[in-house]
């Protein structure tokens, strides 16, 4: 592995070309995508290959959708070790995240772990307790979602949760979970049905979770979902331009802005500083506005995390421009500044933003963490 500021940041340019265009598809990639997805769940689609570059700086690298065919970067494999490689030209040795164990333990009705959570980055466990969302139903659907085109529906009961968790943490007690589930319409737009899995999950183990949820129309239900065991919450406005929101999340467009804010207020309240977040979808709005919104969620308390547009197959937009990786680059490196400038931890927000997988502010707020203890030396 690589070690050192100046390395760190080349890698870092690395993984940030792997997150906007993929890993070109061959046998090495294969292989490894089928050992870390042995069940072949792709949730909304952003199941990717776990490549660790460095010490905690791990990349989530899309791969199976048409756009990741013209990526200049393969997946190597020489000797039985691992290499990117970037136009034929050796970039980084790097490791495979192994696939857990546990993937292969049974639950208690005979179903394997793997197909009810996945394991992301080296700790985040994973899971969507219902692969379907609402919106699709009048086409109001988020244009860059793909969550009704990844399967079959899936709806997995508490127990299986409970016992798949239990198991994943009782192998790595340093293990955080993200649970998601696609939209409803209903005012609690779906909080109701992670209560039952959270009760499961909390008897067994406790277990840091992140909820994944749009701001349910009354406060009352974030205080049921924390009341159930949620510690953390990702309400995702994805995009910070009013026009553009309309434009490319009619559905969730009809929850306001302000909706958004209150919710966040009354989410730090109930968890804490550093424990509620939101997805900024980079490359559907300028840089400049993205950067705007992302300042202000900061200077509200809320961690933004930079996650470049990914036209996958089944989606509006899958024949949409991958967002450009100077772009990401700029906007997330901004970010790291910001949130070690507002003392924001986001190692200490269990699920994906702990995770950092799929973006790399946090990455770049640990290089700014690096630079002020080297300073203080």
């Known amino acids: 592995m690589v070690s050192g500021r100046d390395d760190r940041r080349k890698l870092l340019r690395a993984k940030t070309e792997l997150l906007c265009w993929g890993f070109k598809p061959n046998e090495a990639l294969e292989e490894v995508f089928i050992a870390q997805n042995p069940y072949h769940d792709r949730r909304t689609g952003n199941a990717g290959v776990q490549v660790a570059l460095a010490e905690k700086l791990v990349a989530n690298v899309p791969t199976g959708n048409r756009y990741n065919a013209y990526s200049p970067y393969t997946l190597e494999k020489q000797q039985g070790m691992f290499y990117i490689v970037k136009d034929e030209v050796l970039i980084a040795r790097c490791e495979p995240v192994p ?38 139903r009048d086409e109001d659907q988020c244009l860059f979602c793909a969550i009704n085109s990844a399967g079959a529906a899936k709806r997995k009961s508490p127990q299986q949760f409970a016992e798949a968790v239990e198991a994943a943490f009782t192998v790595d007690p340093r293990s955080t979970l993200d649970l998601t589930a696609g939209n409803t319409l209903l005012p609690d737009r779906g909080a109701l049905t992670y209560l039952d899995v959270l009760r499961a999950i909390k008897e067994r183990v406790n277990i840091p979770i992140c909820v ?24 995702n406005l994805e995009i910070g331009d009013d026009q553009l929101r309309r434009l490319f999340c009619p559905g969730k467009f009809k929850i306001p802005k302000d909706r958004y804010f209150d919710a966040w207020k009354h989410a ?31 200077e509200f308390g809320i961690i933004p995390t930079i996650m470049p547009l990914r036209p996958n197959d089944g989606c509006y937009l899958e024949n949409f421009v991958v967002p450009s990786p100077d772009n990401i680059e700029y906007m997330s490196s901004r970010v790291g500044q910001l949130l070690y400038k507002y003392n924001l931890d986001c190692r200490s927000h269990p699920g994906c933003i702990s995770c950092a997988a799929c973006a790399i502010e946090v990455d770049y707020r640990e290089l700014e963490m690096i630079a002020a203890d080297s300073a203080a030396l």
């Open 268 to 298: 730090l309240e109930l968890v804490g500083r550093s424990k509620v977040s939101s997805v900024l979808i980079a490359g559907l709005e300028s840089r400049e506005s993205t950067l705007r919104t992302a300042q202000e969620l900061i």
């Open 212 to 235: 994944e949820i749009s701001p349910p129309d009354e406060d009352k239900h974030l205080d049921m979902l924390v009341e159930a065991g949620a510690d953390a919450f990702m309400m």
């Open 99 to 136: 696939a857990p164990q546990w993937y292969h333990q049974l639950t208690s009705d005979g179903t394997p772990m793997g197909a009810v959570i996945l394991q992301e980055g080296f700790n985040t466990l994973i899971a969507a307790i219902y692969n379907r969302c609402a919106y699709w």
